[in-house]
């Protein structure tokens, strides 16, 4: 009886990729959806950030998924209902694209971007980054390169006044990058992880300083989304595999110590998803399926005043257009 405990034990161990099963402790309603933007011909890829008592909102604008004419439109609302375009950032030769929105250790509203040189619609090219800053929300900075094409920092988060970021390639799979002013960037860990090509990280930190990570993959044998945890100074990471593939990831710590997390699922059909993420049992489970469909996802999350407001993008009503949906996360009684 012992031994067949204990092979039981190393199924679960070994492999670096067990789930403990069980239902989400919490319970996600959806309150409303609104369309807020669609005066593009393909609008994708957002981010969402509240800072000084406004909601910003920043997002592709282009042909269509995949253009030479791809800008970085940032629009903005007090109570997240009617919309205001305040900027559309540009950078001739490039197409701008994945944009983020964080806060830098000056208070100001920093974007960073995906800038690929692409020369024709629907040409693949290696993709860099892009900065720009604003200090009062309406006037930006010139868009600048700060990782050149071929190296995609695709998502930065501030902690402790340092921004870390994991950036991506073919070649080398991911480098975590490390910066003080969010413009010049220095590698901390180089090929930090390269399994079945890893592609888009969000990273964020709880208040004991510990670093969590959501990756998506995009590897023909397994696409399958990776968790990774690691306490400073973030050299070393551990990493479990999820059971199904998860594409613009991202997800917040929101109060009771949750992770809820939001992104793209293919089971059942292209759609955009919230859900619950366990990183101590290597596991995330669906919460909540937003109306979307087709081209989609691409969330951002803020917790503001006990509510989850979701930007994300969809076709499912026929042109990709930006969403805004409130979602109300409510912890299952004991």
């Not at 402790?160 to 220095?186: C, H, P």
């Not at 551990?238 to 992104?263: C, H, R």
Request: proline content about 5%.
């Amino acid at each position: 009886m012992r031994m067949f405990q204990i092979v039981i034990l190393l199924c679960f161990v070994g492999t670096g990729t067990a789930k403990l099963m069980g239902k989400p402790p919490v319970n996600a309603e959806l309150i409303s959806v609104q369309k807020i933007w669609d005066k593009g011909q393909h609008n994708a890829f957002t981010d969402l950030l509240r800072w000084r008592g406004k909601f910003y909102c920043a997002f592709r604008e282009g042909r269509k998924h995949v253009s030479t004419d791809g800008a970085i439109r940032v629009v903005t609302s007090e109570k997240g209902e009617t919309w205001q375009s305040v900027t559309l950032l540009k950078l001739e030769g490039y197409d701008l694209r994945d944009a983020h929105l964080c806060i830098d250790p000056e208070d100001r509203l920093m974007l960073v971007g995906g800038a690929a040189p692409r020369k024709k619609d629907n040409e693949s090219a290696p993709t860099g980054t892009m900065v720009s800053f604003s200090k009062n929300g309406k006037e930006w900075t010139p868009p600048v390169l700060v990782v050149e094409p071929g190296r995609w920092l695709w998502c930065v988060t501030w902690h402790q006044n340092i921004a870390y970021g994991m950036a991506y390639g073919r070649k080398n799979g991911l480098d975590l990058l490390v910066s003080t002013d969010g413009r010049d960037y220095e590698t901390k860990v180089e090929k930090l992880f390269q399994e079945h090509r890893p592609t888009e990280v969000t990273l964020r930190f709880d208040t004991k300083n510990k670093g969590y990570a959501l990756m998506r993959r995009d590897g023909r044998q397994n696409n399958h989304a990776m968790l990774g945890m690691s306490n400073p100074p973030y050299t070393h990471w551990q990493w479990q595999e999820l059971d199904s593939y998860f594409g613009g990831p991202n997800f917040i710590s929101i109060p009771g110590g949750y992770w809820i997390g939001a992104g793209r699922i293919l089971t059942g059909g292209a759609h955009t998803a919230i859900t619950y993420i366990d990183f101590d049992a290597g596991r995330m489970e669906t919460l909540l399926k937003l109306p979307s469909g087709g081209d989609t996802s691409y969330p951002g999350l803020v917790w503001y005043n006990d509510i989850l407001y979701v930007s994300y993008y969809s076709s499912h009503e026929g042109k990709t257009s930006i969403y805004l949906a409130k979602v109300r996360i409510t912890p299952k009684a004991n």
